[in-house]
């Protein structure tokens, strides 16, 4: 699985969230797959795009030098984004069954200074919260920071507030290395830098009314085999 947005839009309901997407029928030299949608139509006023591959969706975030979240292909909201930020964290984990909630959060900063397109910054003190968080159901989790970007045309373009715990048995090793593991030199790397810290944030949520399609990613490499299948015939 693989999560391409899960931007909060605030305002009214009139925004639709992050919605409708159009996946293109044609996948790039390198396997890109190319997803565009809205984001709040009628207050941010943005059409973004996703750019990832299978290897993508099955690393579970973005690894390949291919992968682009939420590039914004138009923005008519006047909105700044919040694009990095001054601390370094991990946005990912991956925990074994048990592990406590305390001791993910202790790996994560009470405070989080964001970064601003020209370079301003925003210093936010607060505590990182799972409320559906369970340490002996494995799957993935969202951790969220307490402090949000309310105020303003300003907006946490990539889901910097967010980290992202798995919650998995160690993998067998005699079985083939995980996508995303470092160690394997074989397999792709995790970007660095390119699009901040939003990099990480291999979210999203897509539908009309801001309604959720978990797979999208999954989703868009079925109906591109289900075409190219279909041509051959």
């Not at 699985?1 to 390198?30: C, F, K």
């Not at 370094?88 to 970064?115: C, H, M, N, W």
């Not at 394997?184 to 939003?198: H, L, V, W």
């Amino acid at each position: 699985m693989l999560m391409l947005d899960d931007t909060e839009i605030r305002y009214s309901w009139q925004n639709y969230g992050v919605s409708y997407p159009e996946v293109s029928a044609q996948q790039g030299e390198h396997g890109e797959i190319y997803i565009a949608y809205d984001a709040g139509r009628y207050e941010l006023k943005e059409i973004r795009m996703c750019v990832i591959t299978e290897e993508d969706i099955k690393a579970g975030r973005p690894v390949t030098e291919y992968c682009r979240m939420r590039e914004q292909i138009s923005r008519l909201g006047g909105y700044m984004n919040y694009v990095d930020t001054k601390e370094d964290y991990e946005r990912y984990f991956t925990v074994e069954p048990g592990t406590e909630k305390s001791a993910i959060v202790e790996q994560l900063p009470t405070t989080v200074t964001l970064i601003g397109e020209g370079g301003s910054e925003l210093e936010l003190t607060g505590e990182w919260e799972c409320l559906d968080y369970s340490k002996n159901v494995e799957g993935r989790y969202t951790f969220s920071f307490s402090k949000q970007v309310t105020s303003g045309k300003v907006q946490d373009l990539h889901s910097m507030l967010k980290a992202y715990v798995t919650v998995a048995e160690p993998s067998d090793p005699e079985q083939p290395s995980d996508p995303s593991d470092p160690e394997d030199p074989e397999q792709p790397q995790p970007i660095e830098g390119g699009c901040g810290g939003g990099c990480g944030a291999t979210v999203a949520g897509f539908g009309a009314g801001g309604a959720a399609v978990v797979l999208a990613g999954t989703a868009a490499v079925l109906l591109l085999r289900k075409k190219n299948s279909a041509k051959r015939k």
